[in-house]
């Protein structure tokens, strides 16, 4: 077997294991289950103003098709981003450089084994539409070719280009980190809504093509499209069930396969294009990458880890030094007065915010500058809030990850009271939520809105402990700035059941988004899960 296919199919098995790919791909099916609701639900995924079609197999497999393809195209790129870092720090980098792989081959290698892992959550979609088409019950005949065409033809391209923009974000040094994943969020929205239009390059992500045929069918059936209403594909809540009709399925025209074929074989030039400049692990050839293990991976100023060497970190608490012949002596440590709970949570505090340049405390001072000066006050609340809190997103996403990283969770498994260093570093988390929203706080306090500060409040304490959870549970940075970029962009975009700050507001300037109950409810439930997980791996140890 060649060494490109041994490293490709390798590589493939080696992600699939990974706990990340179980929760990639399990929201992956959660959403197939949301693109084909039964006739009573309140939302719905794809329709033609008050129709939709049919649930046999080609309209049921192009909905889920193209929910999947939309979401896998944001958290698929956050599963396979860590392709050439993962080498790196396992020390198959190092062996790597020791053969005749050329630097083409290598990325080649990556790119193909990250559009297996992604086809690989599209089989598995697939399969999921014939059990919601069998389950829905509205027609009982299979068709494969029907239900695998958009698959094939609209999702498999999209899986390219994520995995391929994936890999050249990660041969990029200043997007490797926690940027480059904040970058990709922005750039994958502009895609999935640009990308529905009809002007979009290549045709887009191919859903254009799909309205039309979608329209053609309604006409042959004597709906008239202009006065049924638009195309929309994205979650969208409807007050009374949608009228149907039959779709026999998409027929691509050659104009439409050939854009489609030209989008994979474009994906290819930025997944080979670090080639020219990839040192592939080479301490000869210059500065090879760095292991997240040993850096900060999401460091704002895009520098290495400023954790201190342990003679430093001696020094910086007053614990004495080592003096010339006192090697293999313990320095002495010198006793501190005050309260325990106090200084574990100070120390926890320099941890999170370690390595951040000025500029970024500079941003923090203008927006609560800013925000005592914006009128009315509700620009406060639907501005400048989600300003303030999609700002330390990098920061937060450190939360129950770093312990990890930097291989210290082994050592900290021995402290007698785990629950308090966890209960310190969470509210570490909390200090850096309220100090960053302070100045819409004190705006909310001034105009004595009770109800906003509440929500503020809630905010501010589901924010840390979301963080906290998803980092304890995947160890890894980019699992909590993939779940909340989306979460943050829906309050942005006005969908009040995501709302978790309280920036909506309904005609009576109440918050109309989460309520109290359920903010409360679920920062408990995750705060019980993050002690839950650490206990189970505390007694695994």
Not at 182 to 195: D, K, T
Request: charged share 10%; glycine share 12%; with cysteine.
């Amino acid at each position: 077997m060649p060494l490109l296919v041994r490293l490709v199919v390798a590589d493939f098995w080696d992600r699939v294991r990974r706990p990340a790919y179980a929760v990639i791909l399990l929201a992956a099916v959660g959403l197939g289950y949301l693109a084909t609701p039964a006739k009573e639900a309140g939302w719905v995924v794809m329709q033609v103003g008050d129709y939709r079609g049919t649930y046999n197999s080609a309209y049921v497999g192009m909905v889920v098709a193209l929910a999947g393809a939309v979401w896998l195209s944001l958290g698929g790129f956050y599963l396979v981003r860590n392709a050439i870092s993962r080498d790196e720090s396992t020390g198959v980098g190092r062996l790597l450089a020791a053969t005749p792989l050329s630097n083409t081959a290598y990325l080649a290698s990556k790119f193909l084994s990250s559009v297996l892992v992604l086809a690989s959550m599209l089989g598995v979609l697939a399969v999921t539409a014939v059990v919601m088409q069998v389950a829905r019950g509205e027609t009982s005949a299979i068709d494969p070719v029907g239900l695998l065409t958009p698959f094939v033809l609209i999702a498999l391209p999209l899986m390219a280009f994520t995995a391929a923009v994936a890999l050249l974000f990660e041969a990029i040094p200043v997007l490797r980190a926690g940027l480059g994943n904040v970058l990709w969020f922005f750039l994958w929205a502009c895609i999935a809504i640009g990308g529905q239009s009809p002007n979009a390059p290549l045709g887009g992500i191919g859903v254009h093509g799909v309205a039309r045929s979608l329209g053609d069918s309604m006409k042959a059936q004597g709906i008239d499209p202009s006065r049924a209403g638009e195309f929309s594909l994205g979650l969208t809540l409807v007050s009374k069930p949608l009228k149907t009709f039959d779709w026999a399925g998409f027929d691509p025209s050659a104009e439409y396969l050939l854009t489609r074929c030209l989008l994979i074989l474009i994906a290819a030039a930025p997944a080979l294009m670090p080639a020219l400049w990839f040192p592939r692990f080479d301490p000869a050839r210059g500065r090879t990458l760095q292991a997240p293990s040993v850096r900060s991976a999401d460091n704002l100023a895009g520098g290495e880890s400023t954790l201190p060497t342990m003679p430093d970190a001696v020094m910086e608490e007053g614990q004495g030094s080592v003096r010339p012949g006192s090697f293999g002596h313990a320095p002495r440590t010198q006793v501190e007065l005050g309260n325990t709970a106090v200084r574990l949570l100070v120390g926890e505090v320099r941890i999170l915010l370690q390595g951040i340049p000025l500029w970024w405390w500079a941003g923090v001072l203008t927006l609560t500058a800013v925000s005592q000066l914006v009128t009315p006050a509700t620009g406060v609340t639907r501005v400048l809030l989600p300003l303030a809190w999609i700002w330390p997103v990098l920061i937060w996403s450190r939360l129950g990850t770093q312990r990890h990283e930097h291989g210290v969770e082994a050592i900290l498994g021995a402290y007698p009271a785990a629950h308090r260093r966890v209960l310190a570093e969470w509210g570490a988390g909390l200090l850096l939520t309220a100090v960053t929203g302070l100045g819409p706080a004190l705006r909310m306090l001034v105009g004595s809105d009770g109800p906003g500060l509440l929500h503020w409040f809630l905010g501010a304490l589901f924010i840390p402990s979301f963080a906290l959870v998803l980092g304890s549970l995947s160890r890894t940075h980019r699992l909590f700035q993939a779940a909340y970029l989306p979460l943050w962009y829906g309050t942005v975009n006005g969908i009040t059941p995501l709302d978790f700050m309280g920036a909506l507001r309904d005609p009576d300037g109440l918050p109309a988004g989460m309520s109290p109950a359920l903010l409360i409810g679920g920062t408990a439930v995750m705060l019980a899960m993050v002690f839950a997980a650490g206990g189970v791996r505390r007694a695994a140890n």
